[in-house]
């Protein structure tokens, strides 16, 4: 098994600019997650799902939006990249919430200049 | 609101010690606490899941503890390697999490051969 896959491993955007963070699991985990990591700090979530056709937001969503077609594909979409964005973006996901862990994507680095 | 505080940020010891890590946090009412790896480059890495109904676990040469009345848990390394070399990062779920895990910044270990 893959597990979670995340691409682009790394991207440099210009300020206005918009993209895609694409995220697919094969452990057909019903929860999925988002988190951004700056230096220094700990993870935030953004966004989560708890099922295809569900998400909603969490505790940093603004200038993001997500959508859930399918079980494996939680993609995360920036409109008009702000340097505030500039981060670290790891995709998770767990079969429930809370009880179990959660297993990572190995991240995607995003420069906004 | 709850925090999740780890200290040390850094740690650098001579391999073969035994060490320490802390985490606290504010709220008492968490549902789990988890410890997770990070390597550079690389996603987050499950380590120990401990329940609020115990105490302590043990996976190999770690063992986490927990004590929620004080708010704290430590996850002790025995005869540390260079291979431990990551940072590590405590997280808590809360009972009323609306899905999110309280995450610490991490401490920074580094095993000195």
Not at chain 1, 20 to 36: E, F, K, P, S, V
Not at chain 1, 63 to 83: C, K, M
Not at chain 2, 11 to 19: A, F, Q, T
Request: with cysteine; charged share 15%; aromatic share 10%.
């Amino acid at each position: 098994n893959a597990g979670v896959t995340q691409t682009p491993k790394f991207r440099i955007l210009k300020i206005g600019q918009s993209m895609t963070l694409q995220c697919t699991q094969d452990m057909n985990h019903n929860y999925m997650y988002w988190y951004r990591q700056d230096p220094g700090m700990g993870l935030k979530l953004i966004y989560y799902s708890v099922g295809a056709g569900i998400t909603d937001k969490g505790e940093v969503p603004n200038g993001y939006n997500v959508s859930r077609s399918t079980t494996e594909d939680f993609p995360l979409r920036l409109e008009l990249a702000a340097p505030s964005q500039t981060s670290v973006y790891f995709c998770a996901s767990s079969p429930l919430a809370g009880a179990e862990t959660q297993y990572f994507g190995p991240g995607t680095r995003l420069l906004v200049l | 609101k709850q925090e999740v505080t780890q200290i040390p940020a850094a740690l650098s010891v001579p391999e073969g010690e035994n060490l320490v890590l802390n985490c606290s946090f504010t709220d008492s009412a968490i549902y789990n606490l988890q410890w997770f790896r990070q390597d550079p480059g690389k996603g987050l890495t499950s380590l120990l899941l401990i329940q609020s109904s115990q105490r302590e676990q043990t996976s190999g040469r770690l063992n986490a503890s927990l004590d929620k009345s004080s708010g704290r848990s430590t996850l002790y390394i025995a005869a540390s390697q260079p291979g431990d070399s990551a940072t590590y990062l405590c997280a808590v779920y809360l009972m009323d999490s609306n899905y999110q895990l309280i995450w610490g910044a991490g401490t920074k270990l580094i095993i000195k051969p």
